[in-house]
T-cell receptor, first 113, second 112 residues
Framework: NAGVTQTPKFQVLKTGQSMTLQCAQD?????MYWYRQDPGMGLRLIYY???????DKGEVPNGYNVSRLNKREFSLRLESAAPSQTSVYFC????????????FGPGTRLTVL | QQQVKQSPQSLIVQKGGISIINCAYE??????FPWYQQFPGKGPALLIA?????SEKKEGRFTISFNKSAKQFSLHIMDSQPGDSATYFC???????????FGTGTRLKVLA
């Protein structure tokens, strides 16, 4: 039981390049999330998917797109990377109900030059 | 914009002491309040959580105190240990949604 997995662990991009961050969970959770973490700013929600087939914007969606491929997988795409997108990206998932706490992946450290 | 304000930004405590981290939220209905612990290079891990109909929850050395009228909640770590040195985040889930708002984090260092 791996929990939440993310690939890649590290990535360096040049400004304007595109890439997709992959996330998968094996806990049969309905909801999945993408966050970015920057020093002094905590975790900020980029997009989330309450259930398979739905996605919604979070606090900082600009410059990103997401795809909920199936119940297990939720990807984050940067179409044209910018230096401001240098960050650590975390994927998370949560189950249903009032105690649906989130479980986080190990993160992807992205640097945009 | 919904906010959760967390303090202090950093905290140094002697081994065996009590670590206290505070969070406050503003003018928005939240229905679930988890705390996360994060070690360097790792993702946040759920530590303990509370619902607003409960004023206190204890799990081992970790206790959440919740004051609904003041819109404040806090994490207490009793008998703090060097292994507790990490960054701690409070969070709040907006009622009826799956959206969580996080505090900005507290970096705790426990001296041996």
């Amino acid at each position: 039981n791996a929990g939440v997995t993310q690939t890649p662990k590290f990535q360096v991009l040049k400004t304007g390049q595109s890439m997709t961050l992959q996330c998968a969970q094996d806990m049969n959770h309905n909801s999945m999330y993408w966050y970015r973490q920057d020093p002094g700013m905590g975790l900020r929600l980029i997009y989330y998917s309450a259930s398979e087939g739905t996605t919604d914007k979070g606090e900082v969606p600009n410059g990103y797109n997401v795809s909920r491929l199936n119940k297990r997988e939720f990807s984050l795409r940067l179409e044209s990377a910018a230096p401001s997108q240098t960050s650590v990206y975390f994927c998370a998932s949560s189950g249903q109900g009032p105690a649906g706490s989130q479980y986080f992946g190990p993160g992807t450290r992205l640097t945009v030059l | 914009q919904q906010q959760v304000k967390q303090s202090p930004q950093s905290l140094i405590v002697q081994k065996g002491g009590i670590s206290i981290i505070n969070c406050a939220y503003e003018n928005t209905a939240f229905d679930y309040f988890p705390w996360y612990q994060q070690f360097p290079g790792k993702g946040p891990a759920l530590l303990i959580a509370i619902r607003p109909d409960v004023s206190e929850k204890k799990e081992g050395r970790f206790t959440i105190s919740f004051n609904k009228s003041a819109k404040q909640f806090s994490l207490h770590i009793m008998d703090s240990q060097p292994g507790d040195s990490a960054t701690y985040f409070c969070a709040a889930r907006a009622s009826g949604t799956y959206k969580y708002i996080f505090g900005t984090g507290t970096r705790l260092k426990v001296l041996a």
